[in-house]
Every structure is written in C-alpha cells, then in structure tokens.
DNA sequence: GATATCACTTAGAAGGAATACT
DNA sequence: AGTATTCCTTCTAAGTGATATC
C-alpha cells in the first residue's frame, strides 16, 4: 500500500518544513533527529519496551513545567477539531460546533455554592466528608494539608461489621446417563473432571467454545485436572474426539425445565435466593446500613478473555475459604467460615474499603468484595471524581495552551509528552499502560504503537488500535500542525512496526506532569471532564419544548454525542440484521398499502389525480418486481396464519377430544380459497387492473387510512434511524461513569422530565447524592 | 528508580425482567 | 395471549494509578 511511500514523502516534508519554519524549529528538528529512542540506543533495533527512559531529559521539563501559569489570560489556544471530532456523527449535535468558545467563567468562585450544596446532600446522608468543603480550587494559595491527608486516604472507616461472603453451591454431579465421549466411547470422569467437561459442555454453542485458543487452553487445563484425580478410564489425546453433545443438550434441558417452572414455583425459588443471601447483603459500616456489592463469591468457570486474549478458556478455580481474607472491625465479630473450613486470612484494616479478597488463578491477580455503588462510601468518591474534573475546568486553558507550546520543545521527550496528552485531552485516549505477553494486546496513548497511526499530509491522522476490552478505536480526524508533525517524527526510521511511538513516556511520567498542572491531575481524568463538558454544551442546545417523550429523546442524542467521544460500543447483537430488515420490509409494504389505497380512492373519484397531482404522484413509484414481492409475503403469510390458527384450534380441540382439523377440512379450505382469490386480484392489479373498493368505503374514509399509514411511516422511519445509529453505541457507560449525575437532574428539573426517564432504579440509588443536590440551574 | 503489589474505577456481555407488538 | 424486543441488572474482565519493595 501507500503507507510506506507516504512515510517516504514525510520524511522529505520533515525537513524542509522544519527549514522552512525558522531557526528555532530548525534545531528543534535536527536534535530530535538524533536523539535517538533509547531502546535504539541501547541495542540496535530491538522492540520497543524500554522502561528505563532517560531521566536526563526529565530534569529540564519538571523544572519548566512546575510554574504554575496563574496570571495567564486562559485564551484557547486549543484546536476546534475537539468539538468537530465529537460530534460529526449526531445530527442533532451540529449546531456545537457553532458555540465552542464560551468560556464563561472567569473566576472559578462561582461553583462554590452549588458545590457546598452537594456537600449538604451529602452530609444529610452521614457521609464523613469534612475534608471536602475545602477541596477547593485556590491554587494559588498553595498547599493544603486536609487535601493531602485525604489523598493519602488515611482511614477509610471506623467501625465495620459484615457477614462474611456467599460461596457458590458445590457442584452438582451429571445424571449417570450423561456422558462426554471420546472417540466414540463414553468416558468415566472423576467429578472434578467433570465439572469442567460440563463447564465447556454447556457453553458447546457459544463463540467461545468454538475458539481455538479457549479450546487449547481448556483442553489442557481439563487434561491436568484428569490428570490431578485420576480422573479418566479413557486415555484423552486429541481434542477433536471429544463429544460434549449429550452434555450441551442436559444444559439444555435444564434450561428448557427451568422456563416452564410455574408462577408460583418461580417465586419460591427466588424467595428462597433471597432467605440465602440476606445476611450478605448489607454490612454495617461506622454504624449505618450499608449495601454490599458483590456479595458472592465468583464461582469456578471457563476463564472467558476479551479480544484474542492468550488465556482464555483456562479454567478459573473454585474459590475455597481457605482462600479468602476478610477485612472487618477490630472489635466485630467474625463471621463464620461454611462447616468444615476457615478463613484464610482476617484483617482489620481500615485504610481500604474492601470488606474480603482472593487471588485469582488466571492472572494471579486480586478479587474484592466492595461495597455497592449506592453505598456512601462509594458516593464520596464518586462525588469527589466529579469534582476533581470539575476542577479541571479552571485549568484547562492554561495546559492546553503549555502543551500547545511544549509541542515544540527542543526535547524529544516534551514533545512525547504534550504530543500525549494532546491526544489524551483532544481524542479522550485513554493513559495506555504496558502489557505483558500474557494479556490481549490492547492500547491506549502511551502504548501506540507504529502501525496504530497512519498519517495523511497536511493534518489527517487515522487511528486503528484496539483499546480497553479490545474495543476497535477506528478515527479519520484532523489535528493540529504541530502534532502531525511530531506523530511524523516519533513514526520516523528506524522505528517501525512494533516499535512504541511513545518511547520516552509513559503514564508514570504523564500523570507526574500533570500534577505540576493541577492536583489530582491524572490522564483519566481528562475523560471524567470532556464527557461532562461534551455533556453540558449538548444539553445546553436543547430547547426547552415538547413531550417528555420527545426532550428524553434529545437527552439521549446528547449522551450518545458523549458515548461516542469515549468511544463506548457495543456488539452489534445477533439479530440485528434481520431485524433491521424486518423493518424495512414492513416500510415498504406500508408504502405499498398506501399506494393501494390512493388508487381505490382514484377508482371512485378519477379526476382527483389531476387535481391533486402532488398527492396522487407517488402512485407509480413502486417498482413492478417490487410490489410483486410485497403481494407474495401478504399472501404467504396469511396463509401461514391460518395454518398458525389451526394448529392453536387443534389443541384446544385435542384436550376437548374433538376432531381435528386438517387442510382438507372445509373451514380451512374456505379460508385458503379467500388468500387464493386475493392473490389473483394482486396479480390482476400487477398488471393494471383497478383494485377492488368495497362498497362502503368514501374517499374520505379512505384518506383517513392514507394518513394513518403515512403516521407509521414516519415513526417506523425514525425507529429505523435510531435503531441505527444505537446498534453500536452504549449509552450506559457514560451515563454511569462519565456525566455528571447532577447535569442529568439538572435536565430533569429543568426541562420537567422526571428522573426515572433518565436514570434507572441503580443509578437513581447511585446518585442518590446527585438527586438531592442539584437543581435546575447547576452546572458542571 | 524499576518493578511488584495493591486497590480502586470502568467496561461490555450475558441473562433475566419488563414492555411492546400483533 | 403469546412472542419478540428492549431495558435493566448482574457479573466479572480490564483498565488506571498510587504505594511498597527490592
């Protein structure tokens, strides 16, 4: 492809551009030229991965960076592309790109009083929050103490009492009739083997199981666990002759049984759920109810990775008491451990906010036991989250306008780090941590790679990388000169595929610059922010008018603007296809019954359709073989509902032991010989004839229909539309992690559309804060 | 001062519940 | 009334980032 080529012809515009662009840029180039990455430096070629950046180059910038530019005048030096980038894909959002430059406030005291407000809320609620009044802005003024000890998280609580943790049931051994089979042969498991041969077994149909990688990685955790309990009579070699068949289909079934349950048995098993995990749900946290989050301990399973993860399929162990640590009060009692077993470990450790903990197998990674979202704990930090963005707000020129800056410095390393955050603030990229071998190969800023960023002179760059659960973050934008510039020099040979285009950063070293900027400045928060702010501008272009149903519809286009900034997706479901052509099938058979209609109203007053023209000049749109295929479906599927209909009757009729009907019966004959006398007349008006008006219909009766089918048109359109443009963006991450709460209850008070439009039961609980705080004037 | 450890937030998939459709 | 579709919750994987450790 051209890529190379367009590599070449860069590298020639690197120097003349940077001739052409005055000495001080000049020798900005030629040291980066030969300021070679070090993990060339130390070894040739070789592969990125160098930790060991050069810290002689970071001396000079935490110098230069830790002044802190209050006296700026906070003009944007910041490209428009963030708006445009946003919100190409929403219509309702174009108007944005109109308004990018209020930035209203000029002093940062105007939030304090909403803000004290939501410390109000919060403190209504008992939240021991006394620190956060003082999280204020007032940079100036230096230090303070409360923000560091709060940071430092110091004690996270008093007194906590809990029940322990829910461990999942003991595995239910398979009927003796269900086997797994290999070669043919059924195979007698032990029953830890089989469980995880049913572990797989009953996942036989899902994408997973059909993965190489989940089935080798299965395949030799199940042999190992045969191995461990002498669990097979069958000597098993070769995947390919397993038969987890008979095992799938007792899923199955279990499945099918459970569904048919009645009403009343159904209830008693949720009861009886309910009774079980009581104890576990609440805790007792400095004295007050509090909700647990997950309770339960994560049962043994196939390990199902995200993307091409290396470990997928392996298999996740059963968790044991023994494994578990509990985290409780010093004084409260100690919850016991299920009969037999004991705690592995009890802490009381009231600097974390984890009430037990395991280690995983897959990853040797922990597992935590937290308190719900609903909880105050979590809603302090949530709270605070918020606030720190909100913060950010105050800064925000002043580092756009030092990176803008920084782009240029003579230092490889500065320009990495405003190239970085650049991006991080303009395309909302996420930090980007390493990764072992062990892990999908998934990106974020620091980790781009080469091959992620094509580079199209003057200023387009598309990036293609997977990110965060190897999400595709696919993006044709245009950013500023100087960036292109740089993303053109850290491309440059030797660099190649593989090679880091960062490779004198990371999110260590981001994340310290940006504290010089502001405290509690970290890359991710930069996100929290331009969702919140996207958010609030959108919100701001709604007009207030309307049904609730129309304003939660505005709202929703506004949160996808957000959804789409963070690049939230979802897998386009199954049925998606289908169904949009479902739907595009019904319009058109709508369109259809509509042109029908119009002609019946021509049989009985011809003249109209000159008179009316424009009314009546669509009568001819429908293409012959189209109409054609419309008659066909009418008339199959009437058909097939007779059929349905019969098939119901015969039941009815069985229980009542009555005769059956058949096809040959008269009734049924009767109803087939109407759909067959119809389909003539279709065939008939196909090739020109006048359809059929019955007697006792008027023209306006007639056009009456004509505007009720033109009403479903337009709703099925707009359905259609947003089915769409919705099939791959996920709403509910930003709403739950990126938008201020208190945006939404101020839409909601604003605009009278009540709370539950907007968030569901959990985050009405969640924000609970948030609710109670804002009003209709709040702003992030 | 690099690496390991730990604790926390953010994320989409899956499955169940609620609602719409016919 | 039964089925299809959408909405919501649960589950747990996959990130970020601070700190402890060697």
Request: glycine share 4%; charged share 35%.
């Amino acid at each position: 492809m051209s890529s190379s080529e367009d590599e070449i012809v860069l590298s020639k515009r690197v120097k003349k551009t940077s001739k052409k662009n005055g000495s001080m840029t000049s020798t900005a180039a030629s040291e980066l030229d030969d300021d070679l990455p070090l993990s060339q430096r130390n070894n040739g070629v070789v592969k990125s991965k160098d930790t060991s950046v050069d810290e002689d180059y970071e001396e000079p910038i935490a110098e230069k960076v830790n002044r802190k530019r209050k006296s700026e005048n906070g003009s944007s030096t910041v490209p428009k592309k963030t708006k445009k980038v946003k919100t190409e894909t929403d219509a309702s959002a174009k108007k944005s790109d109109k308004e990018p430059k209020q930035k209203r406030e000029t002093k940062p005291k105007k939030e304090t009083k909403s803000k004290n407000a939501a410390v109000k809320a919060e403190k209504d609620e008992d939240v021991p929050t006394s620190q956060n009044e003082e999280k204020d802005e007032d940079e100036d003024e230096g230090y303070k103490w409360w923000e560091a000890e709060d940071v430092d998280g110091v004690q996270k609580w008093e007194t906590l009492e809990h029940n322990g943790v829910l461990f999942p049931p003991e595995y239910e051994p398979l009927p003796s009739h269900v086997k797994l089979y290999y070669d043919g042969k059924p195979v007698k498991l032990s029953l830890e083997a089989e469980e995880v041969a049913g572990f797989y077994g009953a996942m036989l149909e899902t994408d997973h199981a059909k993965n190489p990688v989940f089935q080798k990685n299965f395949f030799g955790d199940f042999l190992d666990v045969i191995k461990e309990t002498n669990g097979s009579d069958v000597e098993i070699k070769d995947f390919e002759k397993l038969d987890f068949s008979k095992i799938f289909a007792h899923f199955e079934k279990l499945r099918e049984e459970k569904k048919l349950l009645t009403k009343d048995q159904k209830k008693a098993m949720k009861e009886e759920k309910e009774r079980i995990e009581e104890p576990y749900k609440t805790c007792l946290f400095n004295g007050h109810k509090e909700l647990v989050g997950n309770f339960r301990v994560e049962p043994p399973g196939l390990f199902r990775g995200r993307g091409a993860h290396p470990r997928t399929g392996k298999l996740k162990r059963r968790v044991y008491p023994e494994m578990v640590t509990l985290n409780i009060g010093a004084g409260a009692k100690i919850p016991e451990a299920p009969p037999g077993h004991s705690w592995g470990e009890i802490k009381n450790d009231n600097t974390v906010t984890w009430l037990a903990m395991w280690r995983e197998n897959i990853a040797d990674s922990f597992k935590y036991v937290r308190f719900a979202a609903s909880s105050s704990i979590k809603g302090v930090s949530d709270f605070k989250k918020f606030e720190t963005a909100r913060r950010l707000r105050s800064h925000v020129d002043a580092i756009r306008k030092d990176y803008t800056k920084m782009l240029k410095s003579e230092l490889m390393q500065d320009r990495q780090m405003a190239s970085a955050i650049y991006l991080i603030d303009v395309f909302a990229l996420r930090a980007g941590g390493e990764k072992g071998d062990d892990e999908a190969d998934t990106v974020g800023c620091c980790s781009l790679r080469y091959e992620h960023i094509t580079l199209k002179p003057p200023n387009k760059v598309i990036f293609d990388f997977l990110g965060k659960d190897s999400i595709r973050f696919y993006q044709e934008v245009e950013v500023d000169k100087q960036v292109f510039k740089n993303l053109r020099i850290f491309k440059k040979a030797p660099k190649q595929p593989g090679d880091d285009l960062f490779d004198r950063i990371n999110p260590t070293m981001l994340n310290k610059q940006l504290q010089n900027y502001m405290k509690g400045l970290t890359a991710k928060v930069f996100r929290t922010y331009n969702a919140s702010k996207t958010m609030q501008d959108q919100l701001d272009l709604i007009p207030n008018e309307g049904t609730v149903a129309e304003k939660v519809v505005k709202f929703n286009a506004a949160n996808r603007t957000v959804a789409i900034l963070c690049n939230h997706q979802r897998t386009v479901s199954k049925g998606h296809g289908s169904s949009v052509q479902k739907i595009n099938d019904k319009l058109k058979e709508l369109m259809w019954q509509k042109i029908r209609l119009k002609r019946m109203i021509l049989v009985l007053e011809p003249k109209l359709k000159n008179k009316q023209s424009h009314y009546f000049c669509e009568i001819d749109d429908l293409a012959k073989e189209d109409e054609e295929h419309i008659h066909h479906t009418v008339i199959a599927r009437q058909r097939e509902q007779v059929l349905k209909k019969m098939q119901r009757d015969n039941e009815k009729l069985k229980l009542e032991k009555q005769e059956i009907l058949t096809e040959k019966s008269d009734e049924i004959k009767e109803k087939m010989a109407k759909i067959d006398d119809l389909e003539k007349e279709y065939k008939a008006e196909l090739n020109g004839a006048k359809p059929e008006v019955k007697k006792n219909l008027t023209v306006e009766k007639l056009q009456q229909q004509v505007e009720v089918i033109e009403n479903r048109i337009v709703t099925t359109t707009l359905q259609l539309k947003d089915k769409e443009d919705n099939s791959e963006v996920s709403l509910g991450t930003s709403k739950m992690n990126y938008i201020d709460p208190r945006l939404t209850v101020m839409f909601s008070k604003k605009f009278d559309v009540p709370i539950e439009k907007l968030f569901t039961k959990t985050l009405r609980d969640k924000f609970k804060w948030a609710i109670e705080s804002a009003d209709e004037n709040w702003r992030f």
